[in-house]
């Protein structure tokens, strides 16, 4: 497949998985008997957001395909550019599989120094210190303001903020 066929491939997947997301929100929670509605539409504000971002930047790649001419530069052409996204897709696939059973305080912090590491920063100090404050600024942001239980793990990590 040429890299213009891919480029087109990714549109279209990246579209049926906005249309999926509007699709899944649009149903009515309360009338199938799964929720009772609530705060935020049972939460489907942050999906839509997340899915009319979407929309944006695929507009801006749709435009950016169409009349432009250019060949995208991928950097999955080199050996490293490759490892890098396999490895960046391992820790994210080892990150889901351990968040229910190690909970959220015991895996976002590895997860998000690995992922530092794996894009180029190399002082571990440096990855796990801007690790550990972007996991508790998430749990503080998560639990404390918008009032969502995070996973805890089979230790019963919590955070009594």
């Not at 944006?56 to 996204?85: H, I, N, W, Y």
């Not at 998560?142 to 239980?149: A, G, M, Q, R, S």
Request: proline share 4%.
């Amino acid at each position: 497949m040429s890299s213009k066929g891919a480029e087109w491939a990714a549109l279209a997947f990246f579209g049926a998985l906005v249309a999926l997301v509007f699709q899944q929100i649009a149903t009515s929670m309360s009338e199938q008997g799964i929720a009772s509605g609530g705060p935020y539409d049972n939460a489907a504000s942050y999906p839509r957001s997340v899915a009319v971002f979407m929309m944006g930047l695929l507009a801006v790649q749709l435009v950016r395909a169409s009349f432009l001419d250019t060949e995208p530069q991928s950097e999955l052409r080199t050996v490293a550019g490759f490892r890098r996204s396999v490895g960046l897709l391992a820790v994210f696939a080892l990150y889901l599989a351990c968040l229910n059973w190690l909970g959220y305080h015991l895996s976002t912090t590895p997860m998000a120094a690995a992922v530092m590491w794996l894009c180029g920063l190399r002082n571990v100090v440096k990855a796990v210190g801007v690790a550990f404050i972007l996991a508790f600024s998430l749990a503080f942001a998560f639990e404390k303001i918008l009032n969502v239980v995070l996973p805890s793990g089979v230790f019963s990590l919590n955070i009594p903020w």
